[in-house]
């Protein structure tokens, strides 16, 4: 493990890599970040890994990596006015645009998945609090080909070398990233969500799509409208009333 307090003046950050600390081998970085929450770490320290024993996905799911491959990061930030939603937004459309950037056709699919041609090669998980902090997690499949991934996620997901048919920088990756994630929590604290979700509208793969919706008990089928201003998903279901989710799964039809 190695710790660097000067991560901020080299990203060119305000709040992200107060503190950066490095991990080889955690089991991940969430748990990793909430523990340092325990020990007083600043806002904004994040921890990066080159490999999770124990990656967390959503759901309870777990989250796969292939080692020295992926980005593996997690940010400590506090809580939102709005909620953790926003806070999944940020990261998400960090990791999008940052996608985008290298020239890859990105697309945000609600609340949390980040896509290329409509396979997932980024997810984003918000837990805690801990001592009033959420650890923001940011996982992307880098460089690496399908075959590498597990046979259960080879239809779903990707990496994103295979997509852009080039290896990728990682470090370069991460700063991009990182960068992004300073940019969209200032401006929530700054109380610009509504522009967040704007931007996140240019990337949404599922406004104006026919979707099957499952919230706890709860599923329905509509028509996807888009992202609230607090990061809840807008369904029309085939009733007609408009419902607003704020968990769950949710599936093009
Ligand atoms: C999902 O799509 O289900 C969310 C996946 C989030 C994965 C990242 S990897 C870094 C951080 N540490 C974890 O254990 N999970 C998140």
């Known amino acids: 493990m190695y710790a660097d307090d000067d991560a901020r003046d080299r990203l060119g950050t305000t709040l992200i890599g107060?503190?950066?600390?490095?991990?080889?081998?955690?089991?991940?970085?969430?748990?990793?970040?909430?523990?340092?929450?325990?020990?007083?770490?600043?806002?904004?320290?994040?921890?990066t890994a080159r490999t999770q024993t124990a990656?967390?996905?959503?759901?309870?799911?777990?989250?796969?990596?292939?080692?020295?491959?992926c980005l593996?990061?997690?940010?400590?930030?506090?809580?939102?006015?709005?909620?953790a939603g926003l806070l999944t937004a940020?990261?998400?459309?960090?990791?999008?645009?940052?996608?985008?950037?290298?020239?890859?056709?990105?697309?945000?699919?609600?609340?949390?998945?980040?896509?290329?041609?409509?396979?997932?090669?980024?997810?984003?998980?918000?837990?805690?609090?801990?001592?009033?902090?959420?650890?923001?997690?940011?996982?992307?499949?880098?460089n690496g080909r399908p075959a590498d991934l597990p046979g259960e996620l080879r239809d779903s997901a990707t990496f994103l070398s295979h997509e852009l048919g080039r290896e990728v920088d990682l470090r370069a990756l991460q700063a991009e990233?990182?960068?992004?994630?300073?940019?969209?929590?200032?401006?929530?604290?700054?109380?610009?969500?509504?522009?967040?979700?704007?931007?996140?509208?240019?990337?949404d793969c599922l406004a104006g799509r026919r979707v099957r919706a499952r919230a706890g008990e709860r599923e329905l089928t509509g028509e996807a409208l888009g992202w609230a201003d607090d990061g809840r998903l807008v369904v029309r279901d085939d009733g007609g009333r408009r419902v607003r989710l704020d968990a769950g799964e949710v599936t093009l039809i």
């Open 72 to 83: 593996l990061l997690s940010a400590l930030l506090e809580p939102l006015a709005g909620g």
């Open 177 to 203: 990233v990182l960068r992004g994630l300073d940019d969209a929590v200032a401006r929530l604290l700054a109380g610009e969500g509504a522009s967040l979700v704007e931007e996140i509208a240019g990337y």
């Open 90 to 142: 940020a990261g998400a459309l960090a990791v999008a645009s940052a996608v985008r950037s290298l020239g890859a056709q990105a697309a945000i699919k609600w609340p949390n998945d980040v896509l290329i041609g409509g396979r997932k090669v980024a997810g984003v998980l918000a837990e805690g609090p801990r001592e009033g902090l959420f650890a923001l997690g940011i996982g992307v499949n880098v």
């Open 55 to 69: 990656g967390r996905g959503r759901l309870g799911r777990g989250w796969f990596d292939a080692p020295g491959r």
């Open 18 to 47: 107060a503190r950066m600390v490095h991990h080889e081998q955690v089991d991940s970085t969430n748990l990793e970040a909430l523990r340092l929450a325990g020990q007083q770490a600043p806002v904004g320290t994040v921890v």
